[in-house]
């Protein structure tokens, strides 16, 4: 670090920042944690107690993961207004604004769309056969990987500044985020099939209602009903059913 | 009455993790309830439970506004409830009781959500409405927004432990009466429903992969599943 903060400092954000989302609001949006975060380094990077927090508490919104990105980059646009070079404040609020929307996009269709429904599928394949070891590996491997994404976040930001918004253009992403597609359709597949071949552990004449209740069930899921509502009224029915039957 | 509050304290702490936090899965019922079940000695019963739980919500996806169940509340009182139940006098049908925990799971992450909401609308319309005065100084500020912070984080855990507190008691005591109401047709149609609730998990899943590109991808690994399983 050569700057005025050093490798504690960025620290002491990156760990306000894990509690970014507690202070989301509808009118600022994540303005308050962003706001909550500075102020761990507000005393280094506004020494006379000026308008730095107040500065930035406008509206913004970003993807949680890739906060820490833009905060390092904010980090080092204010240091460097701050050693005299010329960096004005709209210049600061631009660089924000220009990287929470792209950012926002790729964090919902990397990690929500991508990193999360494949950890979770992994987690269902393990807890089906009983493996808590295969639990315990994904939900260690989850957090080292989102965790040390927001700690680099911080560094890779701070160090790059101005240069982040070309750091971040590129094909690399799309290549990432091509291989996290694959592998969660991949598991996602595996998980369809564990499940399709348990149809007929129950009987074969099972395997009938299961099929008609997937297919209603995927029917009522494409106009937005949700799953859990359909689980719910299926039990009376079932119970109301063996009463009929006997 | 201890359990309940060790559930609730729980649910509160899982709770900071996925609304102020940065969502490290624990609070999937996946994970939650293996962990209550842990906590409580019944482990396996709460993975059973904790893994139907999380094939049906597998097709909510918690992106740009949805309305979801409360995942926290359907992981925590599923599995407590049916770890509560197992641990019981008398020889308890581990089965029905699963059966029962998940339907008391379900129950509870719908409540949740809707009575959760509310409360979590407070706090965002008073965090929306907080203003700094142009003369204030950036040090006043900065305390300001860590007292709010601090808060903020204390009013998620102490709303949804509560609330999860207060479902845990009902959901056992609802459970405890369902599962002595047991006789041949509702553990028939209990063990009816879910076997049937795999089928949920198959349209949740292919739901969840419905608008994707490599969907033909799915089908065939899929397949190859199903082929590679039938051989073995």
């Not at chain 1, 490798?7 to 009118?27: A, T």
């Not at chain 1, 269902?124 to 056969?129: G, K, L, R, S, T």
Request: net charge positive; with cysteine.
């Amino acid at each position: 670090m050569t700057g005025r903060l050093g490798k504690w400092d960025l620290f002491r954000v990156f760990l306000r920042l894990l509690f970014l989302q507690g202070l989301l609001n509808r009118r600022g949006m994540q303005n308050l944690g962003l706001a909550s975060a500075l102020g761990s380094v507000s005393r280094k990077l506004d020494p006379g107690d000026n308008s730095l927090l107040l500065r930035h508490l406008s509206f913004f919104n970003c993807n949680p993961n890739f906060v820490p990105l833009v905060l390092g980059g904010v980090l080092r646009l204010e240091e460097e207004k701050l050693e005299g070079r010329p960096v004005s404040d709209q210049d600061i609020d631009r660089f924000k604004k220009a990287l929470a929307g792209p950012l926002a996009a790729m964090g919902d269709m990397l990690i929500m769309g991508s990193a999360k429904p494949l950890a979770l599928t992994f987690a269902c394949v393990f807890a089906i056969y009983k493996l808590p070891i295969g639990l315990l590996a994904v939900i260690l491997l989850y957090n080292a990987a989102i965790l040390s994404c927001r700690l680099w976040g911080v560094y890779f930001g701070y160090a790059k500044g101005w240069e982040l918004v070309g750091a971040l253009s590129g094909p690399r992403f799309q290549k990432i985020l091509s291989v996290a597609e694959g592998a969660s359709v991949g598991v996602g597949g595996v998980l369809l099939g564990i499940l399709l071949s348990r149809f007929s552990d129950n009987g074969f004449a099972m395997v009938l209602p299961e099929a008609a209740v997937a297919t209603i069930t995927l029917y009522l899921l494409r106009r937005d009903v949700p799953a859990s509502w359909v689980a719910i009224i299926l039990l009376p029915t079932c119970v109301f059913i063996a009463l009929l039957t006997g | 009455m201890s359990w309940f509050i060790t559930l609730g304290v729980i649910a509160g702490l899982l709770a900071v993790d996925q609304r102020a936090g940065w969502q490290s899965l624990l609070a999937q019922p996946v994970f939650s309830a293996v962990l209550v079940g842990s906590i409580l000695g019944e482990p396996w019963a709460a993975l059973a439970v904790g893994v139907v739980l999380e094939l049906i919500y597998l097709s909510i996806i918690p992106m740009r506004g949805v309305k979801t169940p409360d995942h926290i509340a359907a992981g925590v009182v599923g599995g407590g409830t049916t770890s509560l139940l197992l641990r019981g006098p008398g020889e308890p049908h581990i089965a029905f009781v699963c059966a029962v925990g998940l339907f008391v799971g379900l129950v509870a992450g719908e409540l949740g959500a809707r009575l959760a909401l509310p409360m979590f609308g407070l706090q965002n319309r008073f965090l929306s409405s907080v203003e700094f005065s142009p003369d204030a100084s950036g040090r006043r500020i900065a305390r300001r927004v860590f007292l709010l912070h601090a808060s903020s984080v204390g009013f998620i855990f102490a709303v949804e432990g509560l609330l999860v507190l207060a479902l845990c008691a009902g959901g056992y005591y609802a459970g405890e009466r369902f599962t002595g109401l047991m006789n041949g047709a509702l553990v028939h149609g209990a063990m009816g429903w879910q076997s049937l609730l795999t089928a949920i998990g198959v349209a949740s899943i292919i739901h969840l992969f419905w608008q994707h590109r490599l969907r033909n991808a799915l089908a065939v690994c899929a397949v190859l599943v199903v082929i590679l399983l039938w051989l073995v």
